[in-house]
């Protein structure tokens, strides 16, 4: 049995709710989505038999069928059939609002309104896992199957002997270690250093320096912390104050917060640089910060009130004391910050959802390599957050409705070329509907007698190929 560490309770194993780190990092392991991300950054089939059939629908629709494997099981031993993935994708809105989905026997058909090059990309997300639901049960095809009776801060899971992944150990424990008050992992070290703890992927690189006997894998990550403006805030939807925020904000003393050495990981853009390396241009300047506040002629009649991620995240190690930095810097330039926590994930979704807020300091961890799926998470209307569409795969924090990212976003869609993404990085420069912070890496700790460790495309670890000595 495999023991694995993190800081935040587990509120949801459903993957169409979930959008934190650990919550995701359990549901990788208990179901599948029908392709998966190769390391080419290509989608492979994983339930499906081969890769999409392609015709021409009537009145200039996109037809595309899959073949649902014959060999694919539920860990229940029962056989998953086209309805079981017609179901669950229906309820997906970035497939369901593309494509008509409809199922016979083993056959899938999407019937898109409009070419999507990607669409099977879409399929690879973690949201568009198969799920067989049967009441409050929710059963999967993937390596592992939850044990009955797991509570938010302690979950089981066991080998599921009819995955397609197949496990190499008997199953996982994963414990909560909640940080100390001042937010510092001490628990969760405490008990890496002590063997209470075989594996984490939830420390930061400056909070693993001191850990001895154990092994330290560094790989870049593939997140960026952000700073949210929420332009549905009357102060807020005025250009000019965006920038004043962008000019007041140190991002390289940001980053001096959460790592020793900043500069290796003070963003660039919004894009973490495996996916972009041209910088946004946004210069730490507070005296033309203050001018531009000045000029502007908006004066805020009452503190902005910063919503905070609810607990560490990799790319954000140090919520609460990097907000108060920023609330700092932008205090310098006569803006007034209150600083919002929140209690856990299904607070910070319920008011995010509510758009209670004008500004959120959080991030988003990218779901592929691709970066189009990165940049429709954080600045597509449709990805907009909403009672109806969760933050799980809605990011648009800042409520960002712009018809010309829309279109730029669909281009780029349509023609992956890096015209099409200097296009729509140009908008993000243009309109700063958010301030990028910095960089979250991806950081493995655990025990030498825990071998074989692999990550994802997108960083996730393969806990199904891990094998204990």
């Not at 599948?32 to 089939?45: C, I, L």
């Not at 369901?96 to 019937?111: N, P």
């Not at 592992?144 to 009819?162: A, C, I």
Request: aromatic share 8%.
């Amino acid at each position: 049995m495999l023991r694995v560490g993190f800081f935040t309770p587990v509120h949801s194993l459903d993957p169409e709710v979930v959008q934190d780190y650990v919550c995701g990092q359990i549901i990788e392991q208990l179901y599948d989505a029908p392709f998966t991300m190769g390391r080419n950054h290509e989608p492979v089939p994983l339930l499906f038999a081969g890769r999409l059939s392609r015709r021409a629908g009537l009145g200039g629709s996109v037809e595309l069928t899959g073949t649902v494997r014959e060999d694919v099981r539920f860990s229940d031993g029962s056989p998953l059939r086209a309805e079981h993935v017609v179901e669950s994708l229906r309820r997906v809105p970035s497939v369901a609002g593309k494509a008509r989905i409809d199922g016979l026997g083993q056959q899938v058909r999407f019937t898109l309104h409009e070419d999507d090059p990607r669409f099977e990309i879409r399929l690879s997300h973690r949201w568009a896992s198969i799920v067989k639901r049967e009441g409050d049960t929710l059963t999967g095809t993937g390596p592992f199957v939850v044990r009955p009776g797991w509570t938010p801060e302690h979950v089981v899971v066991d080998r599921n002997p009819y995955a397609l992944r197949r496990a190499y150990i008997d199953g996982v424990e994963f414990r909560v270690y909640p940080p100390s008050a001042d937010g510092r992992p001490d628990a969760l070290k405490r008990a890496i250093a002590s063997g209470e703890v075989d594996f984490t992927t939830a420390l930061a690189r400056d909070d693993v320096a001191e850990l001895k006997g154990v092994r330290k894998d560094f790989q870049p990550g593939i997140s960026t912390a952000t700073l949210s403006l929420n332009l549905e805030h009357p102060a807020l939807g005025s250009l000019e104050v965006r920038r004043a925020i962008g000019e007041a904000i140190d991002r390289a003393a940001v980053a001096r917060v959460c790592y020793e050495n900043p500069h290796a990981f003070t963003a660039r853009s919004v894009l973490p640089p495996s996916m972009w390396r041209r910088p946004d241009g946004m210069r730490h300047d507070p005296r033309r910060a203050r001018e531009r506040l000045l000029a502007s002629g908006v004066h805020p009649g009452r503190p902005l009130r910063m919503l905070t991620i609810w607990g560490p995240r990799p790319y954000m190690p140090l919520p609460q004391e990097t907000a108060r930095v920023i609330a700092q810097q932008l205090d310098e330039i006569g803006l007034r910050v209150e600083i919002v926590p929140t209690d856990n994930s299904l607070d910070y979704r319920s008011r995010t959802a509510g758009g209670a807020y004008d500004m959120v300091l959080g991030g988003w961890i990218a779901d592929t390599p691709d970066p189009l799926d990165f940049l429709d998470a954080m600045f597509g209307s449709q990805s907009i957050p909403n009672a109806q569409r969760p933050a799980a795969y809605a990011n648009n924090l800042s409520r960002y409705r712009s018809d010309e990212m829309d279109a730029a976003l669909d281009r780029y869609r349509r023609e992956p070329a890096e015209g099409s993404l200097q296009a729509v990085m140009d908008l993000v420069t243009r309109d700063v509907p958010l301030v990028p912070l910095f960089y979250g890496p991806n950081i493995v700790v655990h025990g030498w007698h825990v071998g074989n460790v692999q990550l994802t495309a997108v960083g996730m670890p393969r806990l199904e190929l891990i094998e204990i000595e």
